[in-house]
């Protein structure tokens, strides 16, 4: 079954420091995406990435970058220069199983940038 | 990117009333809308799978008579919480997904409480 783990449930960091937010994955697909959402006090879900499995090359928008590595079922997610507006839960996610419509998404976790 | 709105955005019922929620896609067709429910400090979870012109699949767990899903067109579903009890008080996100494969965009969660 698709399972998705983000094992730090929360983290704080001051302003200016680097982060990275880990995503670790169990699925039995061969090709699948993976997504990250981010989830500000509001409460609304903002899409950030789509990334399939065939391309495993990082990305990078902004300050964002996205690392995957599909030896190790992971696609960690790393802020640069983080700012109090980063401050939000991240989830990452996955289609359940490849093909479905359906998100199973991770627990979360929850960053707090401090000025 | 694709707007989802959702109305209304925080509602407070009485037990054993009836509560409806809107899902739009404003500037998009959705022929698939999904349902999440988000408990506090906790991660989404896929309630139901709203199809444009036919019954809702629902998870397992979910209660189709409680839960009333209606996919009455392309840019709306609605989701009805029926004699709602202080159990329902969550917050609900629905989410709809556009022409691109396995992208989906959220409405911004309406905020349920049951009093």
Known sequence: ?115 | GAVVSQHPSRVICKSGTSVKIECRSLDFQATTMFWYRQFPKKSLMLMATSNEGSKATYEQGVEKDKFLINHASLTLSTLTVTSAHPEDSSFYICSARDGALYEQYFGPGTRLTVT
Do not use: H, M
């Open chain 1, 1 to 115: 079954a698709q399972k998705v783990t983000q094992a730090q449930t929360e983290i704080s960091v001051v302003e200016k420091e680097d982060v990275t937010l880990d995503c670790v994955y169990e699925t039995r697909d061969t090709t699948y995406y993976l997504f990250w959402y981010k989830q500000p006090p509001s409460g609304e879900l903002v899409f950030l990435i789509r990334r399939n499995s065939f391309d495993e090359q990082n990305e990078i928008s902004g300050r964002y970058s996205w690392n995957f590595q599909k030896s190790t079922s992971s696609f960690n997610f790393t802020i640069t220069a983080s700012q109090v507006v980063d401050s939000a839960v991240y989830f990452c996610a996955l289609p359940a199983p490849a093909g479905s419509e359906k998100l199973v998404f991770g627990k979360g976790t929850k960053l707090t940038v401090n000025p």
